[in-house]
């Protein structure tokens, strides 16, 4: 166990934790923000996408010791229902999701992607996502909605 | 706009009214503590207060056993609530899948839900306005006929001042009111001598209303299954076999005792976990647990020539003969042309984006369970056998799980999150890794599908003869995984799995339509367990029986559309959707394939119908394939769509497009890969799904029709996408494809093998 101290949606935070937790968990269950999800553990769906220093993260690959004092965010620290980004207001919007499991993926790589590059084309977006995996099948209107935030 | 939760005993345990709700973004465990002392059986059906209960703010809180999957039926079913109450669409608030709080419904399958518990609410709601009616003229002292509703407040026509709201009227306590409720579950008649609205006036019903769930689902808020927490909670991680039926012969506990915070190995008979007190310290001690396994009890065929085999060569256990017509085989006899062929559809996966999840809370006696079940009667009742004590002590209750598309009816994670909280007497969370999702989750099962037809001297069709050989679901309704490892054992074969979409739509004067279910049923756990899955067995039949009939439209230079439309017979709506999707794709009467072109990319477009439990989908599929690499691209899909009444439109456009995406996926790419002792797709990539770069574009044409009631739309639309996109592999090719997935490899093979890939 080792104290570990991290920079969560703009506040300090210290855990005591196993260092070689994947960051995943700590945010799930030591710090309580449920955006970020457990889909695979293995980096091939996108379900526990966090921001780290302006990169999307594949959070439940990378150990939580390798997170200390860089900054993470989290899709709580985009926004909230009573205060939506204007990524998720466009989500809302367009109704853009079905069981809405992958939706954490799908904005935080979105939100990674629009900080580099503010106007991608439905290529680049369709690049950018490929490997955001969604079984409901929203990709259009998660298409839809981000043309719609970028506009 | 988070989703609330009324404690109906908290509710009605006061007559002056208190309801308590609770934000879903709060602390959950606040929540959960305040209603998990609610055991007991289920409210009764014939008291009104069961369905429903209004506050004394106006709102109203609808009780539902059936569950969100993820589809807006909390949406679609509040606004049948609200209009029939002629209450605010945001006042309703929808409490559902807690077997404490609610009438069992049955199970949220089949995409029935609005066509059997749709009418089910609205009755419940046409009681309670009847009745608040009732309690308004005694109020406000005139005759009930000259009263008006409008926003959950009654007043006198024509002296609008004089008035009186349903919650002054009502809020905060009981009905009190006696309803008819005959048949169980999804079979019930709730209210019939309730008097509902003309679907004319509906001015909810009908509208696009924003889903209620949305929102926080964009944002954190929303409370998942796997966002479950109580106090004292330890989490669990399962130790499956890795190979069929086999159990532990010797486990070294040692082999554990190094990693911090483990909690208890739990073994019960062949069932193993391990408990900790954090998330990664249980799934380390669950990848580093030593386990001797003993060899497996028995075999699975070992690849998919023996699968094969043993599906054209066993003995059924299941016969379905639902079409059986004239005489074929004297039609085939006579017949200037017949034509035969075989189809085959492998294993297929669910794929739950979010592993199996549930929190188990179990004492002596009594035991608390969430879980994302769609079937929380069943699964309290299986979790009673398990645990061995009465249903009444059960409570389920119900929380979203990540779109499961059948998977979780049943769902087995509960019973290993109940096993493991009995053991350590502690509540404990279990979610599965994706290796045991992938590995252990039920299966879509296999088919293969024989063809016949015969043709007379005019062209036309005077024989069908349709045969579909798979398994039935052993799974879905019967003993599960945990189950079976403690020594439950199945009773019976398992669940049919259907005989529809097999070409009924057409009427031919001799016609035979059997499916076959073979023995698959296992007394210990295998990892190609079967279930429904989504539209179960229909997209399969489907590929075949559209697939055929485009063989022989094809081979009597017939344009496919054209061909269809003169054997459908009476039935209107499906010829509706059939030249509406047309239309809309803007098809060219013309036979299949079509005309040579040069170049490596081939186009080709492919068209398939089906009337599914009354719902009419024709699908039209544009593809191009590469020539020199063998994939076919899904340029678009066109879809006309007819599921009655349409409650949300918005919503039926959402089902379509997953429908489509998940069937193009299935066509594309899907395949479970085996051998004799295991399953060998255990992630993403050894499974993969359609993704981003591949989705193709989608339109959808929607015919409403107010008139009826309301169908599901949440599984008709997948049905006939792979029919279609391999009639338009044919047509782009003149190859015909008859076996899912359509994967590079097996195109570019099987157009190599047809001398195809000269033709340009």
């Known amino acids: 166990m080792a104290r570990i101290s991290l920079k969560v949606n703009g506040r300090s935070r210290v855990v005591d ?9 700590v945010l799930r269950d030591e710090l309580g923000l449920n955006g970020p999800k457990f889909g695979c553990g293995l980096s091939q769906c996108g379900c526990c996408t966090v921001i780290v220093d302006g990169n999307a993260v594949r959070s439940c690959s990378m ?89 | 706009m988070a989703a609330r939760e009324v404690s109906r005993r908290g509710f009605l345990k006061t007559t002056g009214g208190l309801v308590v709700s609770f934000s879903f973004s709060g602390p959950v465990s606040r929540l959960l503590a305040q209603s998990s002392d609610l055991t007991g059986v289920e409210p009764e059906a014939t008291q009104l207060d069961s369905w429903l209960a209004v506050a004394p703010n106006g709102g109203v809180t609808v009780f539902t056993s059936k569950v969100e999957l993820g589809t807006g039926i909390e949406t679609a079913l509040a606004q049948i609530v609200a209009d029939e109450l002629d209450v605010p669409f945001q006042k309703i608030q929808m409490d559902w899948g807690d077997t404490a709080k609610s009438v069992d419904q049955g199970m949220t399958v089949a995409s029935r839900t609005l066509e ?43 002296n609008e001042g004089k008035k009186v709201s349903y919650g002054e009227l009502i809020g905060g306590k009981r009905f009190n009111l006696k309803i008819t409720a005959t048949g ?29 769930d949305l929102p926080p689902k964009f944002t954190g808020e929303y409370t998942y299954i796997q966002d479950v927490r109580v106090p004292g909670m330890l989490h669990g991680r399962v130790v499956r076999p890795p190979v069929v039926n086999s159990k532990p012969a010797s486990i070294d ?29 249980a799934i380390q001690a669950a990848r580093a647990l030593k386990v001797t396994w003993s060899p497996p009890a028995e075999k699975l065929p070992a690849n998919k020539d023996e699968l094969d085999a043993y599906l054209k060569n066993t003995k059924s256990v299941i016969d379905m003969n639902p079409v059986k017509k004239g005489n074929v085989e004297e039609a085939l006899s006579r017949a200037t042309r017949t034509f035969q062929a075989t189809y085959r559809w492998p294993f297929q996966l669910h794929g739950m984006l979010g592993p199996s999840c549930a929190v188990a809370d179990v004492l002596a006696d009594r035991a608390t369970i969430w879980t994302g079940t769609q079937a929380p009667f069943m699964t309290r009742d299986k979790l009673a056998t398990l645990l ?65 037809a015969g043709v007379d001297t005019q ?38 799995n259907g005989a529809t979409s097999a070409g009924e739509v057409y009427q031919f004067e001799n016609q035979k339509i059997a499916a076959q279910n073979l023995p698959w049923q296992t007394a210990g756990p295998i990892p190609l367990r079967t279930c429904n899955l989504r539209s179960p067995g229909q997209p399969a039949r489907c590929f075949a029986s559209e697939g055929f009939i485009d063989e022989v439209a094809s081979a009597l230079g017939i344009d496919a559309v054209q061909f269809r439309l003169r054997y459908i017979g009476e039935n209107k709506r499906l010829r509706e959707v059939l030249v509406a999707a047309a239309q809309k794709a803007g098809w060219k009467d013309r036979p299949s394939p079509a005309p040579a072109s040069a ?52 919503g039926v456009r959402m089902q379509i497009d997953g429908n489509v995406i998940q069937g193009v996926s299935r066509t594309l790419l899907e395949e479970v890969q085996f051998d004799a002792i295991s399953v060998k797709s255990l992630d993403w990539k050894s499974y993969p799904i359609l993704t981003f770069q591949e989705i193709p574009a989608i339109e959808s044409v929607l015919i409403n029709r107010p008139e009826m009631e309301a169908l599901g739309a949440g599984e008709p639309s997948i049905v006939p996408v792979p029919a279609a996109i391999a009639n338009a592999v044919f047509d782009a090719t003149g190859v015909r494809f008859r076996e899912v997935p359509l994967t590079p490899q097996r195109v570019l093979s099987t157009l190599k093998g047809a001398g195809a890939l000269s033709r340009a």
């Open chain 1, 63 to 151: 150990a939580v010791s390798n997170a200390q004092n860089r900054n993470i965010t989290t899709l709580e620290g985009l926004g909230s229902v009573a205060r939506p980004h204007r990524l998720q207001k466009a989500f809302i919007d367009e109704q853009a999701a079905q069981c809405g499991y992958c939706m954490n993926g799908m904005i935080m790589n979105t939100k990674a992607l629009l900080d580099k590059n503010p106007h991608p084309t439905e290529a680049e977006i369709r690049r950018a996502l490929d490997g955001i995996l969604c079984r409901c099948g929203s990709h259009l209107r998660v298409l839809r909605a981000i043309q719609r935030a970028t506009v």
């Open chain 1, 17 to 25: 934790t196993d260092p070689s937790t994947p960051l995943l968990y």
């Open chain 2, 599 to 650: 170049g490596p990319k081939l186009l080709g477009r492919g068209v398939a119908i089906t009337d599914r439990a009354g719902a009419m989908v024709a699908v039209v599929a544009e593809v191009e394939v590469d020539k020199p690499t063998g994939k076919v691209a899904v340029k678009r899909i066109t879809v006309a769509h007819d599921c009655g009444r349409i409650v949300n439109p918005d």
């Open chain 2, 184 to 212: 169980e579950g999804w079979d019930m008649k709730v209210a019939p001598e309730a008097r509902a609205k003309d679907p004319k006036d509906y001015k909810i019903v009908g509208t696009s209303v924003p889903r209620i």
């Open chain 2, 388 to 452: 061995g004590i009465p249903k009444k002590n059960v409570r389920v209750i119900h929380k979203e799980a990540a779109g499961c598309y059948g998977r979780l009816e049943p769902d087995d994670v509960p019973e290993d999150a109940a096993l493991m909280s009995r053991a350590v007497g502690r509540p404990v969370r279990v979610q599965w890794m994706r290796e045991d999702e992938h590995g252990w989750s039920p299966k879509g099962p296999p088919h293969l599908i024989s063809v016949r």
């Open chain 2, 116 to 158: 059997r518990a749709g009418p089910q609410l609205r009755q419940a709601a046409a009681a309670a306005r009847q009745q608040l009616l009732k309690l308004a003229a005694a109020r406000l002292e005139v005759p009930g006929e000259r009263l008006t509703v409008r926003d959950g407040v009654v007043s006198v026509t024509g």
């Open chain 2, 253 to 281: 506990e040692s082999s554990i005792r190094h990693i911090s915070g483990v909690v208890k190995l739990v073994q019960q008979e062949n069932f193993l976990g391990v408990v900790a007190e954090t998330e990664w310290a």
């Open chain 2, 459 to 496: 062209g036309k069709v005077i024989a069908w003869d349709y045969l579909d050989r798979s398994f039935p679901w052993t799974d879905a309704r019967g003993v599960l995984l945990a189950s079976r490892q403690v020594g439950l054992k199945p009773t019976d074969p398992g669940f049919p």
